[in-house]
C-alpha cells in the first residue's frame, strides 16, 4: 500500500511542545486566530464563530442521512478502558478533551467490546459479528476476503478510504485492508527525550502524533471527495506520556492514567489543527476502543487474558457535525458490534450484511427528542480463545454474556472442563460476588446460551487457510508486548 509522506514529515511538533487547544471547543480558538491575522492584514474581521459548528438536535441527526458532504473520522484508541475516563465517572481528569466531545455529542455510557485482545476484537466490530461467527479467534486467523467490511461500503459510496495504524494485529496481512485505498503504518519519527513509554514489553518506537501528522498531509494532498479516515492510536496500550501529563503518580496504574491524558491533549491538538482547516463541520466523528486494560482488581495485570468488565467495558462517543446542547446520554446497554451498524444507518448508507450488532440510531433520537428510549433488551457476547497466541488446534475459549441486569462468565479448559461465574452486573459493578448459586435459574439460561453461541460456525467457513507468519512479522508483534510462537 502506498505510505503517505509530504512537507508535513520532516518538521513534525511533538505534542508536548504543540499548542494544546482549549476552551468550549478547540476551533473557537482556530476562529480567534483567524480574526487576529485578518486585523494585521488590514481586512474586515471574519465572523468569530465562522469555524463554530452550529448547534443541532434530532432534526439535524436525521436529516444527516440527506446530506451528501459529510466525512468520517474513525479514531480508535486501543487499550483505553471506559471508567477511566473523567465522562464515564472517574474522579481524575484523564480526559479534558473527550470530556468536551461528549459533552456536545453523544455518549454510551454501558459498552462492551467483544474480546480483550485487538486482533478478535477489531475483527468482530469491523464485521458486526461476535468472534466465532468472524472465525478470527487465533494469532494466526484471518478475516475472510469476502467479508463485506465498512471500508467497502464507504468505497462504493464513493468516499475516499484510508487507514492509518500502530498495532499489527490490525496489519493487511491479517485481513483488516479490506476496502481502503490506502491503508499503511505511518512512519517512526523522532520522540522528544522527554517523552517516556513506561510498558517494559513495548519496543516498536513512535507515537500517536505519528498519525497526527500523517492526516494532516492526508488532507493536504486529499482528492477533494468525501473520505472515511482510520486512526489505530497507541499511546494509551504502550503507557506513553511527557512531563506535561504526569499528573497522577507513578504506579502502573497512575502512569496508565497519564498515558491518557497525554493521549487526550494529541487528540486536542489534533482537532484543534482540523478545526483550523475547516474540516469539522461536515464530520462526524467515532470514538472507540478495542479493550481496556486490568491493573490487578483480580491479580491480573494488563489484557488478553481474560473477559472481565475491567479489559471489556469501553467507550463510544459520536461528535456530529453540529454541537448538541446539551449533549446525550445513551445508558442502554450497547457493544462495539453496534457501532457500524449504527454509523452507516445515520449516514443513509447501506446495512451490513448478517450482523448481529444492532443499529442505535432509535436510542439517538428518542434521545435527542426527550421521548421514552427503546425497551433495553439487548445481549452482548465477549469472547478471548486462552489459547489465542499457541500454535495448537485445541481451544479453551472464555466468555461472558450480558442479558439485563446479570453478566455470566464461563471459562472451558482444552479438555472441555468449566468453570462460571455469574453475577448481577447493576448491583455489583466491580463483579466480584459470584451469584451463582443464589441464580440457578439465570445460570442455567446463560450457561445454554453460551452453548449456542460456542456451537456456531463462523459466517465465512471454509474460505481461508490460517495465516503463515514470518519471522518479520511475529517479531513486530513482540515488539507490541505480546507473546507469540
Not at 453523544?106 to 485487538?118: C, D, E, H, L, P
Not at 439485563?404 to 472442563?417: D, E, I, L, W
Not at 446460551?449 to 490460517?466: C, F, H, I, K, N
Amino acid at each position: 500500500m502506498t505510505r503517505l509522506r509530504g512537507p508535513l514529515e520532516s518538521r513534525a511538533v511533538e505534542p508536548s511542545k504543540a499548542r494544546l487547544w482549549r476552551g468550549p471547543w478547540p476551533w473557537v480558538i482556530a476562529a480567534a486566530a483567524l480574526a487576529a491575522y485578518a486585523l494585521l492584514r488590514g481586512k474586515a474581521e471574519p465572523d468569530p464563530s465562522a469555524n463554530l459548528p452550529p448547534v443541532g438536535g434530532a432534526e439535524q441527526i436525521a436529516a444527516l442521512a440527506q446530506r451528501g458532504d459529510v466525512n468520517v473520522l474513525f479514531v480508535l484508541i486501543d487499550t483505553l478502558r471506559a471508567d477511566r475516563l473523567h465522562s464515564y465517572g472517574y474522579a481524575r481528569p484523564t480526559s479534558p478533551f473527550l470530556d468536551l466531545l461528549a459533552a456536545e455529542g453523544v455518549r454510551f455510557t454501558r459498552n462492551m467490546a467483544q474480546s480483550s485482545w485487538t486482533k478478535c476484537s477489531m475483527a468482530s466490530m469491523w464485521t458486526g459479528l461476535y468472534p466465532a461467527r468472524v472465525g478470527v479467534t487465533k494469532f494466526n486467523d484471518v478475516l475472510a476476503p469476502n467479508a463485506h467490511l465498512p471500508a467497502e461500503i464507504f468505497r462504493e459510496a464513493g468516499y475516499q478510504t484510508v487507514g492509518l495504524w500502530r498495532n499489527g494485529w490490525v496489519d493487511g496481512y491479517h485481513g483488516f485492508d479490506q476496502g481502503f485505498d490506502i491503508y499503511t503504518r505511518p512512519g517512526v519519527r523522532p520522540t522528544a527525550p522527554r517523552v517516556r513509554r513506561e510498558n517494559p514489553t513495548v519496543s516498536y518506537g513512535g507515537s500517536d502524533f505519528d498519525l497526527v501528522e500523517e492526516t494532516m498531509e492526508f488532507l493536504r494532498v486529499g482528492g477533494g471527495r468525501r473520505w472515511f479516515l482510520y486512526l489505530h492510536l497507541m499511546d494509551v496500550h504502550e503507557y506513553t506520556y511527557d512531563a506535561e501529563s504526569a499528573q497522577f503518580g507513578t504506579s502502573s496504574s497512575d502512569v496508565y492514567d497519564n498515558a491518557i491524558l497525554h493521549l487526550d491533549r494529541t487528540l486536542d491538538q489534533l482537532f484543534g489543527r482540523l478545526a483550523a482547516g475547516d474540516h469539522l463541520k461536515n464530520t462526524l466523528v467515532v470514538i472507540a476502543a478495542d479493550h481496556g486494560e486490568a491493573h490487578g482488581e483480580r491479580g491480573f495485570e494488563g489484557h488478553a487474558r481474560n473477559v472481565y468488565p475491567e479489559t471489556t467495558q469501553v467507550p463510544w462517543i459520536l461528535s456530529f457535525p453540529f454541537r448538541l446542547q446539551p449533549g446525550l446520554v445513551i445508558s442502554q446497554r450497547t457493544a462495539n458490534v453496534d457501532v457500524w451498524p449504527t454509523v452507516l444507518e445515520l449516514l443513509g448508507l447501506p446495512a451490513m450484511r448478517e450482523v448481529d450488532g444492532r443499529s442505535r440510531v432509535p436510542e439517538i433520537l428518542a434521545a435527542a427528542r426527550r421521548e421514552a428510549a427503546p425497551e433495553d433488551a439487548a445481549t452482548a457476547i465477549a469472547h478471548l480463545d486462552q489459547t489465542w497466541g499457541q500454535r495448537v488446534e485445541t481451544t479453551a475459549p472464555t466468555v461472558a454474556i450480558r442479558e439485563g441486569r446479570f453478566r455470566y462468565v464461563q471459562f472451558r479448559n482444552p479438555k472441555g472442563q468449566i468453570r462460571e461465574q455469574l453475577f448481577d452486573a447493576d448491583a455489583d459493578a466491580r463483579e466480584r460476588d459470584n451469584r451463582l448459586a443464589e441464580e440457578p435459574a439465570v445460570a442455567e439460561r446463560l450457561r445454554a446460551e453460551t452453548d449456542r453461541y460456542l456451537a456456531s460456525r463462523p459466517v465465512w467457513e471454509g474460505e481461508t487457510q490460517p495465516l503463515e507468519l514470518d519471522e518479520l512479522q511475529l517479531n513486530q508483534l513482540r515488539a507490541l508486548g505480546y507473546a507469540v510462537p
